[in-house]
């Protein structure tokens, strides 16, 4: 079985992530300063599909795990949710595998996140995904 790369661990408050995953998450300090965060998961058996590969349904929540988180870090935790998101798969994913995905703004308005991220499984590019994310108003 593979293993968890240094970093990541469980959110502890989302139980979609729990259940589905369980998710793994972690923050990157940047050399300019910036904080990037990553999704991931372990591929076991329960993330296989019927051709025996990685299921492309848990790719895209990775991927958009990852775009959310980091639209958020990068309004200071202002939570956003996705309003649309476009994948692109490159490879095949199988058990024992760690799936791991990051974003990245590429444009931000006042109320919108406009995103860009990658998967990888090791050094192999699996996926790719880009989409908009919109800003909630944080009741007081």
């Known amino acids: 079985m593979g293993t968890i790369p240094e970093g990541f661990d469980s959110s502890g408050f989302a139980a979609y992530s729990d259940h589905c995953g369980p998710i793994l998450y972690k923050r990157e300090r940047m050399e300019d300063g910036s904080v990037r965060g990553w999704a991931g ?3 076991q058996a329960h993330h296989i599909g019927g ?11 990775i991927l958009d795990e990852a775009l959310g988180m980091n639209a958020c ?16 798969f490159f490879a095949p994913m199988v058990a024992g595998q760690f799936l791991q995905a990051y974003g990245e703004v590429t444009h931000a308005s006042k109320s919108m996140a406009f995103m860009a991220g990658k998967a990888w ?3 192999v590019l699996v996926g790719s995904a880009n989409g908009v994310w919109k800003y909630l108003t944080v009741q007081q």
């Open 41 to 43: 998961v372990l591929l």
């Open 51 to 61: 051709n025996n590969r990685g299921h492309g349904g848990l790719l895209m929540t």
């Open 73 to 88: 870090i990068s309004r200071d935790m202002q939570p956003a949710v996705t309003v649309s998101m476009n994948t692109q």
């Open 121 to 123: 499984c090791g050094d």
